[in-house]
């Protein structure tokens, strides 16, 4: 989140150096400031993009949707008006709302947007540009066949809650309704809070952040993921987040 803060925004306007942000030797760069006995307390030591007290907002104006049809063709879509009700202004005639999705730039340079992300100067406004989204529409293939569609809604927490079940289903191998279900957890860089969803599976986890020197808290739901997982046969496994009340559908 720290180098999401520092360097995305709209790639059309600016230079976005994922070749390196993405490399095994920046990744070791980073995994080389872990301290395994605790956590370091200079957000300064993540990124140079000068950190705000902030907020957190958990969204609610997102819905995303994952489909795999009998063919194998896939689609990750997620939708937004960014905060419940959006921009609160309808369009006459016609009943929908129009977002808000200008709080997604920079639209007070040094200031933390409703999500509480602070970003730079990179992703500040401009005419025909794109606003730094967390939205995460994700599609996983191997050897050019789809494994996996996933996605979510609940603002910067779908970066976390996208993130973590992809791994649970492809590197755990656990099916997609548990993947789901397991219990997540979320940090944002700032504020400087490890959340944990309430459940008793992570009570010594959490002890053992707090330990660590983690400020840790507790948050009804980090995302609302749909996810599905297709076998090697095609077969496919279907989930929707019980944190929303959804189900999954086939026909």
Same mark, same amino acid.
């Given at each position: 989140? /720290?180098?999401? /803060?520092?360097? %995305?925004?709209?790639?059309?306007?600016?230079?976005?150096?994922?070749? *390196?942000?993405?490399?095994?030797?920046?990744?070791?760069? $980073?995994?080389?400031?872990?301290?395994?006995? *605790?956590? $370091?307390?200079?957000?300064?030591?993540?990124?140079?993009?000068? =950190?705000?007290? /902030?907020?957190?907002?958990?969204?609610?104006?997102?819905?995303? $949707?994952?489909?795999?049809?009998?063919?194998?063709?896939?689609?990750?879509?997620?939708?937004? !008006?960014?905060?419940?009700?959006?921009?609160?202004?309808?369009?006459?005639?016609?009943?929908? $709302?129009?977002?808000?999705?200008?709080?997604?730039?920079?639209?007070?340079?040094?200031? =933390?947007?409703?999500?509480?992300?602070?970003?730079?100067?990179?992703? %500040?406004?401009?005419?025909?540009?794109?606003?730094?989204?967390?939205?995460?529409?994700?599609?996983?293939? *191997?050897?050019?066949?789809?494994?996996?569609?996933?996605?979510?809604?609940?603002?910067?927490?779908?970066?976390?809650?996208?993130?973590?079940?992809?791994?649970?289903?492809?590197?755990?191998?656990?099916?997609?309704?548990?993947?789901?279900?397991?219990?997540?957890? &979320? &940090?944002?860089?700032?504020?400087?809070?490890? %959340?944990?969803?309430?459940?008793?599976?992570?009570? /010594?986890?959490?002890?053992?952040?707090?330990?660590?020197?983690?400020?840790?808290?507790?948050?009804?739901?980090?995302?609302?993921?749909?996810? !599905?997982?297709?076998?090697?046969?095609?077969?496919?496994?279907?989930?929707?987040?019980?944190?929303?009340?959804? *189900?999954?559908?086939?026909?």
């Amino acid at each position: 989140f /720290a180098d999401r /803060a520092e360097w %995305l925004a709209d790639d059309a306007f600016v230079d976005v150096p994922v070749a *390196r942000l993405t490399s095994r030797e920046y990744i070791a760069e $980073l995994a080389s400031r872990v301290d395994r006995e *605790r956590t $370091l307390d200079d957000l300064f030591a993540y990124g140079s993009v000068t =950190p705000e007290n /902030a907020q957190e907002n958990a969204g609610g104006g997102t819905s995303h $949707l994952s489909v795999v049809d009998s063919s194998g063709m896939a689609v990750a879509c997620t939708e937004t !008006i960014n905060l419940i009700g959006g921009s609160l202004v309808a369009v006459p005639g016609f009943g929908f $709302l129009m977002n808000n999705e200008m709080d997604d730039f920079t639209t007070v340079p040094g200031a =933390p947007n409703a999500f509480g992300l602070r970003q730079s100067d990179r992703n %500040l406004p401009e005419p025909g540009k794109r606003p730094l989204s967390s939205m995460a529409p994700t599609i996983v293939l *191997r050897d050019g066949r789809v494994v996996m569609v996933s996605g979510a809604s609940g603002g910067p927490r779908i970066i976390s809650g996208t993130s973590q079940v992809v791994l649970n289903s492809l590197l755990f191998e656990m099916k997609p309704e548990h993947g789901v279900e397991a219990p997540r957890v &979320h &940090h944002q860089w700032t504020p400087d809070r490890l %959340l944990f969803e309430p459940s008793t599976e992570t009570r /010594a986890l959490r002890r053992a952040m707090r330990r660590f020197g983690h400020s840790v808290g507790e948050t009804a739901t980090v995302g609302m993921v749909q996810a !599905i997982t297709v076998d090697e046969d095609g077969r496919k496994h279907a989930a929707s987040d019980p944190r929303k009340g959804g *189900r999954p559908a086939g026909h």
